[in-house]
């Protein structure tokens, strides 16, 4: 079956910028999670959704970070007014359930901000 | 506060080594999960096992092998007679039930298995 996908794979804005980055999860998967993932460092979490939800947010650095679900599958990470620090791969992971099921992760989207 | 530390940073063995990697973890939670993820050089994130804190049983999975230790907090890993595919980065992660649904992930050990 079709695991996580997770578009555009690379993404290249300006400063300043609004960017969307888009995640398919494994169909049925009512978890899904962002990460953010910087060169050398494990990925780090931004937000978690069960079902349309956000269960925990906790993890978006600032209100420029903002995600979406709104029919319980496919999720949209919004970004305003990227910065340079921005830049990163942000990686999408979906489960079946929340609590101790395996995350399947997708192959991530790569951001760069000039 | 929960974390996750991976002292190796990267380790470099020949082909047919056995290879250990350390993952000592930080909760106060009584219930946890803890993870180990490969992510070979395409990048995608690979999920390897699962333990949860009332399990100390160590797993062996053909040449894989985990070693959970509740007493020095450590679930470490075991890869035995390693092979050039094996060259990766590994990632142990914490996941408790409380204070949210973070998965907290170590930095990484990056493995190199030369021919």
């Known amino acids: 079956g079709a695991g996580v996908s997770q578009t555009p794979s690379n993404k290249v804005t300006e400063k300043g910028k609004y960017v969307e980055l888009r995640c398919d999860p494994i169909s049925g998967h009512t978890a899904l999670y962002w990460y953010r993932q910087s060169l050398g460092q494990g990925p780090e979490f931004l937000i978690y959704f069960q079902g349309t939800g956000a269960a925990d947010d906790s993890g978006l650095p600032n209100d420029r970070f903002f995600a979406v679900r709104p029919e319980g599958s496919v999720s949209t990470l919004k970004i305003q007014r990227t910065e340079r620090g921005d830049s990163a791969v942000y990686l999408c992971a979906s489960s079946f359930a929340g609590g101790s099921y395996e995350q399947f992760f997708g192959p991530g989207t790569r951001l760069t901000v000039l | ?115």
């Open chain 2, 1 to 115: 506060a929960q974390k996750v530390t991976q002292a190796q940073t990267e380790i470099s063995v020949v082909e047919k080594e056995d290879v250990t990697l350390d993952c000592v973890y930080e909760t106060r939670d009584t219930t946890y999960y803890l993870f180990w993820y490969k992510q070979p050089p395409s990048g995608e994130l690979v999920f390897l096992i699962r333990r949860n804190s009332f399990d100390e049983q160590n797993e062996i999975s053909g040449r894989y092998s985990w070693n959970f230790q509740k007493s020095t907090s450590s679930f470490n890993f075991t890869i035995t007679a390693s092979q050039v595919v094996d060259s990766a980065v590994y990632f142990c992660a914490l996941r408790v039930n409380t204070g949210g649904f973070k998965t907290i992930f170590g930095a990484g050990t990056r493995l190199f298995v030369k021919a």
